[in-house]
């Protein structure tokens, strides 16, 4: 599919929204502290593969083998940020996600066939992240709007909006959106 193509279009926007979300993190990553770090760079591993995923069919210099490769490393690295605490477990769920993803890709490449995976572990994983971005959202108009949400890690913002934690939780809303969007395509 060329780049001028329509269809193209919302492809290549939603490489550009995970490949700027990947590099934030990244940023993020490199500034933070210990307990932040590995989170950090779990979201950037997540960014930057959400972004060569995106990219549309036969215009990326890597298969759906490379990506399982990856997203099974980094299932990898989320199940070991575990030990730090549950609030890691979404990392696990989207590097697995992004892993059965890659795989669908893979089982589908060559037969002529498109992404197609199984319809209950795709419709769970399109209530989750539905969930996730509804919740986030909320969390995020919350915080803009003055009040008090917070999760580990993340300051909420005070009555002007815009703090760091708003800037994060808006990184995270777009990847989960991200995700939404590329399950919907499976």
């Known amino acids: 599919m060329p780049f001028s193509s329509a269809a193209a279009v919302p492809a290549w926007l939603l490489v550009l929204l995970c490949a700027v ?34 990219v549309p ?9 490379i990506l399982l490769a990856v997203f099974c490393g980094a299932a990898v690295h989320a199940l070991w940020l575990l ?36 319809p209950v572990v795709t419709g769970a994983l399109l209530l989750y992240y539905a969930g996730y971005v509804l919740l986030g959202g909320a969390r995020l108009l919350t915080t803009a709007g003055g009040g008090a949400v917070g999760g580990p890690g993340v300051r909420a913002a005070g009555p002007a909006g815009g703090g760091p934690g708003d800037l994060i939780r808006a990184c995270r809303l777009a990847m989960g959106t991200g ?8």
Not at 57 to 65: C, L, Q, S
Not at 85 to 111: E, I, K, P, W
């Open 83 to 118: 030990r730090g605490g549950a609030h890691h477990a979404h990392h696990l769920v989207g590097s697995l996600a992004m892993a059965y993803m890659a795989l669908s890709m893979t089982a589908g490449h060559g037969h002529g066939h498109g992404r197609a995976g199984l």
């Open 21 to 54: 979300s990947g590099a934030y993190c990244l940023a993020r990553a490199r500034r933070a502290g210990r307990p932040e770090r590995g989170a950090a760079a779990g979201e950037a591993v997540m960014g930057f593969g959400m972004a060569a995923m995106a």
């Open 179 to 186: 995700m939404l969007a590329m399950l919907l395509t499976m």
């Open 57 to 65: 069919p036969g215009t990326g210099p890597w298969g759906p083998g």
